[in-house]
């Protein structure tokens, strides 16, 4: 269990690092999730939802890395469902010497296998065919119990250098089977043990890392409707602005969660530490090595042409990004419209250009308007999350240690975490992170359970540099109905296209009972 400190220490260092630090470089935007740019909303396959980076729960000296892509999938959607696309190339970056540019890169491919010729949906499962014969429930990947996974994918994970060197690379785990993505949860006939199912797709690698893919429930909580209505806030959760009794309460929700009842493609790659740090091993928190910073990304040949009906397209070897996302949120409610793809398209290192946004952000202005008090321009409060040694010092202040000799290192939307610090357990978890004195939570990393919308709307509302500006900014969403899973892959499986269904604003304790009263009703089931 890590260890924690009283909240207003997180305040008074924020408010420390602004007056001491802040004048060497501007903070950068922050990255993205959930169509939040012109070109991902054109190309949903290579929109990265959310990036997560943490130290394992249940395995300390191990880091794992979420990749979220192509959102809000309705669970229901066939025949084809959601296959990742094999064209692009999906990427984890860290960079370990503090220099905002990649030292070890994770990158994954997908390749489609049609299994059954004639057959028009891509999974079918516990039924028996005239003229055909039986087909069994989809109860394996691979083998006996797959002969309905018709659409079927596999992968291919490539570890890098900076460089390009290639330090590793397999189709399949350390035991020789192939690299199976997990397809989407079609429904309890075709999938009776969708669990059992899913778990299969767990594989240990040759050289220690642990891999999974495919399509899980979507981690991710926000009043979408109401934050995007121009910050219309529902009255059962304050407005806007929580009331204390339901800020406390991690568990109760009184708005809705628009993202409940949909699914994601994740990929979820655990690494040990030590091929991580620029020292080769895991070193305790202290040490300048322990903390890195990591972005996701998506990338597609620069070109492609067809070849007819039916034939394959030829396409370039030459790669172009398309999407990369650090911290959640910022190319979503800070980046001007017109920057949006020249954000996703740009590397981390770059991110100077778009400083101007987060010195002066307008979504503070908004929170201004609706009569919050907010700080002056420029918002150099904001600085922990765009260098090292700003974020070093706040993680060290809020776990009661010090971190000497971090560099600041370029303005950069870089996700940094401090691998030497160990999981919060379970029961200690807080939504709110750093903010609510939890040192494993965001900004130090993210995990699953974060609550980045109010977290993120808090520290543009000014948080860090306390009272006045440390209103309880929030949605009312402050968990998801279906529990995360405790050990890796830590997302819930995906929900059933059959029995989906997603949580309205109208149900009890969704917008029209009195705030507290009641938690919003159960999500999706997994069956």
């Known amino acids: 269990m890590t260890r924690t400190r009283p909240r207003h220490i997180l305040r008074v260092l924020a408010a420390t690092l602004a007056v001491l630090t802040l004048l060497g470089g501007a903070p950068p935007a922050r990255a993205a999730n959930h169509r939040e740019a012109p070109i991902t909303a054109l190309d949903h396959k290579a929109d990265i939802a959310d990036f997560f980076a943490f130290v394992s729960y249940d395995r300390a000296d191990r880091v794992t890395f979420l990749l979220d892509v192509d959102p809000l999938l309705e669970p229901s959607n066939g025949p084809n469902y959601f296959p990742f696309d094999p064209e692009l190339v999906y990427a984890v970056r860290v960079d370990n010497d503090h220099d905002g540019i990649e030292d ?133 959760a304050g407005g806007g602005v929580l009331p204390a009794h339901l800020d406390r309460d991690d568990r109760r929700n009184s708005a809705p969660d628009d993202v409940a009842g949909f699914n994601v493609n994740v ?114 409060d904001l600085l922990f999350l765009a260098q090292y040694d700003a974020h070093v010092g706040l993680v060290a202040a809020v776990g009661g240690f010090t971190a000497p000799g971090v560099p600041a290192g370029p303005v950069a939307d870089l996700l940094r975490l401090n691998t030497g610090i160990g999981p919060t357990l379970p029961d200690a978890r807080q939504r709110l992170g750093l903010l609510a004195a939890d040192v494993a939570g965001f900004p130090n990393g993210r995990r699953v359970s974060d609550d980045v919308t109010d977290i993120a709307a808090r520290a543009v509302a000014g948080v860090l540099l306390g009272p006045p500006f440390d209103s309880r900014v929030g949605d009312g969403v402050n968990a998801k109905g279906i529990p995360y899973q405790e050990a890796f892959p830590y997302v819930a499986w995906a929900v059933s296209g059959k029995n989906s269904r997603h949580v309205d604003p109208g149900e009890n304790g969704c917008g029209n009972t009195p705030p507290g009263s009641a938690r919003c009703q159960e999500e999706s089931p997994v069956e």
Do not use: C
């Open 104 to 236: 070890v890169v994770i990158e994954v491919r997908f390749a489609t296998q049609v299994r059954a010729v004639g057959v028009f949906t891509g999974f079918v499962g516990g039924i028996t065919i005239p003229g055909v014969g039986t087909v069994p429930p989809i109860t394996a990947l691979d083998g006996a119990g797959s002969e309905g996974l018709n659409l079927r994918q596999t992968y291919s994970v490539t570890v890098r250098k900076g460089d390009g060197t290639v330090l590793f690379s397999a189709a399949t785990d350390g035991s020789g089977r192939p690299l199976i993505a997990v397809p989407s949860n079609v429904g309890p006939k075709t999938m009776p043990d969708y669990g059992a199912l899913a778990a299969q797709g767990i594989y240990g690698l040759a050289n220690g890392m642990r891999v999974w893919a495919g399509t899980a429930y979507d981690p991710f909580y926000i009043d979408l409707g109401a934050a995007f209505d121009t910050l219309n806030f529902r009255k059962s």
């Open 267 to 380: 990929i979820a790659v655990e690494v040990p530490t030590a091929m991580l740090t620029s020292v080769g091993q895991r070193v305790p928190f202290t040490h300048p090595a322990a903390t890195v910073g990591a972005w996701g990304t998506t990338a597609r040949p620069r070109s492609k042409t067809f070849n007819g009906p039916g034939a394959p397209a030829t396409l370039s070897a030459d790669l172009v990004q398309i999407q990369r996302m650090g911290n959640p949120l910022i190319n979503e409610l800070i980046i001007g419209t017109e920057d949006k793809d020249r954000f996703s398209m740009s590397e981390p290192r770059d991110d100077a250009q778009f400083a101007p946004y987060v010195l002066d952000p307008l979504l503070a202005k908004v929170l201004g308007g609706l009569g919050l008090p907010v700080p002056p321009a420029p918002r150099t």
